[in-house]
C-alpha cells in the first residue's frame, strides 16, 4: 500500500479518499487498462452475469461522465467504428470516445430527451444509468436524491426503450426505492439486483437490472 504525507491544508476525509483511490485495485486497473473510471469493470461484471451488451445493440448512456460506462458500452456494441451506437449525456464534458456522442445536459429537461434520440437516431435497445447525486454525509438525504435520479431515468426508459428493452441503474438501499422497485415489475418481465464486486463493500450503492420492456 502507497502511503501519503500528511498535510495541515487537507481535511482528515480529503486523505482518506485519496489514500482509498491510490490503494483501490479497480482504479489501478483503470489506469492500466485505459479506462476513464473503475466504473467501467462495475458494468462489465454485470454484464457478464446478464450479457445484454450485443453487437449493434444501441445504447443511452444517462450520467455518462467521465466515460467508463461509454467505453465498455461502445466496445462491445460496435460492429462499424463509423456507426454511432452509443449515446450519452452528463451535466459535465466528457472527451470523445470511439463509437460515442456526448453533449452536456440535463435529463431533467426535455429538450435533452429528444436531443439523445435523435443523437442516436432511433430509439434504444439499452437505456444505463449510473447517476448518483453528490453526497452530503446524510445517509436519507443521500439515499433520497438518488432515488430521485433513478426515478427521472426510469421514466426515460418506460417512455423511449424498445420493446422487449433493457434497463440498467443504480440504486441505494434505503427504503423508499421499494416503490421505485414495484414500478419496474409492472413495467418489465424479469427485474434483478445486483451488487458487483467492483462496488466498494461499505457503499450502499448497487444495481437494478430490468430485462424486457412490456409491451
Request: hydrophobic residues 40%.
Amino acid at each position: 500500500k502507497q502511503k501519503i504525507k500528511k498535510s495541515s491544508k487537507r481535511k482528515l476525509s480529503s486523505t482518506t479518499w485519496i489514500k482509498r483511490q491510490i490503494n483501490d485495485p479497480y482504479v489501478i486497473e483503470a489506469r492500466n487498462i485505459g479506462y476513464k473510471s473503475r466504473a467501467a469493470f462495475k458494468l462489465l461484471q454485470i454484464n457478464d452475469k446478464f450479457k445484454f451488451l450485443k453487437p449493434n445493440k444501441k445504447v443511452i448512456d444517462l450520467g455518462c461522465a467521465p466515460g467508463g460506462w461509454l467505453q465498455v458500452a461502445s466496445k462491445k456494441v460496435l460492429s462499424n467504428e463509423k456507426n454511432i451506437r452509443v449515446v450519452g449525456v452528463d451535466i459535465l464534458p466528457v472527451e470523445n470516445i470511439v463509437g460515442c456522442k456526448t453533449f452536456v445536459g440535463d435529463i431533467n429537461d426535455l429538450d435533452t430527451n429528444s436531443k439523445l434520440i435523435n443523437l442516436l437516431g432511433d430509439y434504444p435497445d439499452l437505456i444505463l444509468s449510473d447517476m448518483a447525486a453528490n453526497v452530503i454525509g446524510h445517509k436519507q438525504t443521500d439515499h433520497l436524491k438518488t432515488t430521485h435520479l433513478a426515478e427521472i431515468a426510469l421514466d426515460f426508459a418506460l417512455k423511449n426503450l424498445k420493446n422487449n428493452g433493457i434497463f440498467l441503474v443504480k440504486t441505494f438501499k434505503g427504503g423508499t426505492e421499494i416503490d421505485l422497485l414495484n414500478k419496474m415489475k409492472k413495467s418489465f418481465k424479469v427485474v434483478k439486483n445486483i451488487k458487483p464486486l467492483a462496488s466498494r463493500r461499505e457503499s450502499i450503492e448497487s444495481y437494478t437490472i430490468c430485462i424486457d420492456l412490456k409491451t
